[in-house]
């Protein structure tokens, strides 16, 4: 498992590129996301929104949108094995 600020570094270098997040979920298992950290165009600007992604970042979760299925998945910073 990589640590919670080699993850955080990795993701900042992303910026608004693909980037691909092998990651241990919930029950074990192991779970791979080819998604966008920030992309542009989903970004969420309501107060609600910013309250739900500052709980997120609070419990150690990132937010990343997955691009098959074009939905918001999120994993635990702690959980990355490998972000390419």
Known sequence: MLNVQTVKD???????????????????????????????????GSDRGLAQGEAMRARGQVAIWEIASKKWKSFYADKVVEII
């Not at 074990?28 to 966008?36: D, H, I, Q, T």
């Open 10 to 44: 990795l993701i900042d270098s992303k910026g608004t590129k693909i980037a691909t997040v092998k990651f241990i979920k919930a029950d074990g298992s192991e779970r791979v996301v080819n998604g966008l950290f920030k992309p542009t165009s989903k970004i969420v």
